[in-house]
T-cell receptor, first 112, second 113 residues
């Protein structure tokens, strides 16, 4: 199946700093990518839909100024968590859709 | 009521057992159904993808869809300890590249050796 590479897999940052997470589709072009957040023992919650060359679409309750999404090419979408706080600590997962949806490996963010 | 309901478990079975995982849904617009396996602290991995009522088999895995009852199942035969993971059902109403998935809450499965 198709491969979606997400980096970094784990990051620890200080409160108030920003963290960038990259999501790359390695063997297909993804006009659309999705960003999810997952809390322990819970399912994936869609945060936003990232569209190549245009603004992302955010789900209700997700702060677009806090979670900046850039989809500059057909193979790369980035999520930047700005001014991170401990409550932003979570597992973030991206997804690109080829014939089916393929997921990145996830990024565990810990804000201390 | 959630659009997709899935028993969170946890479910614990002995090695070799047949495992049955289930989801129900309320949105009639859902036409495409998927099962994902997620190991701890990893991204979900696609196991099965179906778009019609009936059964689809792939090795030890069988996906079953009953659109009239809005009910889908995943069966795992001859379960192995390596099958221990969280299983997520997911659904969508379209098949395009921009389709959004709605996930169940996931069922945590442990297969005991």
């Amino acid at each position: 199946g198709a491969v979606v590479s997400q980096h970094p897999s784990r990051v620890i940052c200080k409160s108030g700093t920003s963290v960038k997470i990259e999501c790359r589709s390695l063997d297909f072009q993804a006009t659309t990518m999705f960003w999810y957040r997952q809390f322990p023992k819970q399912s994936l919650m869609l945060m936003a839909t990232s569209n190549e060359g245009s603004k992302a679409t955010y789900e209700q309750g997700v702060e677009k100024d806090k979670f900046l999404i850039n989809h500059a090419s057909l193979t790369l979408s980035t999520l930047t968590v700005t001014s991170a706080h401990p409550e932003d600590s979570s597992f973030y997962i991206c997804s690109g859709v080829d014939t089916e949806a393929f997921f990145g490996q996830g990024t565990r963010l810990t804000v201390v | 009521q959630k659009e997709v309901e899935q028993d969170p478990g946890p479910l614990s079975v002995p090695e070799g057992a047949i495992v049955s995982l289930n989801c129900t849904y309320s949105n009639s617009a859902f036409q495409y159904f998927m099962w994902y396996r997620q190991y701890s602290r990893k991204g979900p991995e696609l196991l099965m993808y179906t778009y019609s009522s009936g059964n689809k088999e792939d090795g030890r895995f069988t996906a079953q869809v009953d659109k009239s009852s809005k009910y889908i199942s995943l069966f795992i035969r001859d379960s192995q300890p390596s099958d221990s993971a969280t299983y997520l059902c997911a659904m969508s109403s379209s098949s395009g590249s921009a389709r959004q998935l709605t996930f169940g809450s996931g069922t945590q499965l442990t297969v005991l050796p």
